[in-house]
């Protein structure tokens, strides 16, 4: 087998007249979408790792800066969701290839928040067409599709000054693969549950009470010191252990860690003092800058770490239980 190699960075031009603030790739890594401060979400095709010189596809509808697009399963169709400083979520669908004016169209506009929506992101597909918002206005939404084609909404304090971004927490239950259901039983039913991030420096985890249909603040994480800027829950296979990343202002990542459904969440703290490269001034458990995104990798045993300084760098548990730098990238 010959070992891997990382390949040279590829630059994409995007046509954007502003600042970018998020890409990213759908479930096939065939679609690129990228939001920017020019109000605009465009989206690209992607062949071999390279767009298309095609110019792709503007999509129009905000009136201010995006933030963050999300790309829904496949199983649901070609569903782009994105939101902004407007207040808004739009949700777009792909018309089928066959029409004649094949292209993107406004599914569903979400005006239930009155400041900012900073983030958005879809529930695992198990759950269904579920979405998760998070707004300046300290209130957490979820909008969920309906059978009947109706969308319904939840929406409900999450954190004092404002939210800045939600994660949901994978539909395998911990532990499932270990202890396989009985023979014979019905299998449990996959339980909505996600982690919000917010400007309290809190991170809280919310489940949803089937019996009394709404959301509850089932456990709060109390580790930064200053405004929480992403939130990432590992996908999980089925193994025990669950584990959340969070990024703050405070320059700092934390991994939390969760052995069991009755034990407590346990923070440790990434170093990037011990990463090689690393000023020998670095303050141990700091980052060089601001962290503003963390990100899993799909089998969750790497986390990508996206800090102020433009560097991004990735890390990984070692069998200590020590998290180590494995690469870093300039941008």
């Given at each position: ?163 800045n971004s939600v994660s949901w927490a994978p539909a395998t239950q911990p532990g499932s693969l270990i202890h396989p259901q009985q023979h014979g039983t019905q299998p ?129 548990e070692n069998l200590r239980g020590v998290w180590e730098c494995v690469s870093d990238m300039s941008s």
């Open positions: 087998m010959p070992s891997a190699t990382t390949t040279e960075a590829v630059p994409i031009e995007t046509a954007h007249e502003d600042m970018i603030h998020d890409a990213q790739l759908d479930y096939y890594g065939k679609r690129l979408a990228t939001c920017s401060s020019d109000r605009t979400v465009k989206v690209f095709d992607v062949i071999s790792g390279e767009p298309l010189k095609s110019s792709g596809h503007t999509l129009k509808g905000h009136t201010g800066p995006v933030w963050q697009v999300a790309w829904a399963h496949p199983k649901f169709g070609h569903i782009l969701a994105s939101c902004s400083y407007d207040g808004k979520v739009l949700i777009w669908g792909e018309r089928s290839q066959g029409t004649a004016d094949g292209g993107w169209t406004r599914v569903k506009e979400h005006t239930l928040h009155t400041a900012s929506v900073n983030s958005v992101s879809w529930a695992p597909h198990e759950l269904g067409a579920m979405l998760a918002c998070a707004s300046s206005d300290g209130k957490l939404s979820v909008l969920t599709f309906k059978d009947d084609g109706q969308w319904g909404a939840d929406i409900f304090n999450g954190h004092a000054i404002g939210c449990s039913a996959p339980f909505k549950r996600f982690a919000s991030a917010g400007c309290d420096n809190l991170v809280k985890i919310w489940g949803y009470r089937e019996d009394t249909q709404s959301w509850v603040e089932e456990e709060t994480l109390d580790g930064h010191t200053d405004w929480v800027r992403d939130v990432a829950w590992a996908p999980n296979i089925g193994l025990p252990r669950s584990y959340i990343a969070t990024a703050s202002q405070d320059k700092t990542v934390l991994i939390w860690t969760k052995d069991s459904l009755t034990s407590p969440w346990v923070k440790i703290a990434l170093d990037p003092s011990t990463a090689s490269g690393a000023p020998s001034a670095a303050a141990a458990g700091k980052f060089p800058d601001v962290v503003w995104r963390v990100s899993w990798s799909l089998a969750g045993n790497i986390l990508a770490v996206s800090c102020g300084d433009g560097k991004v760098t990735l890390w990984k």
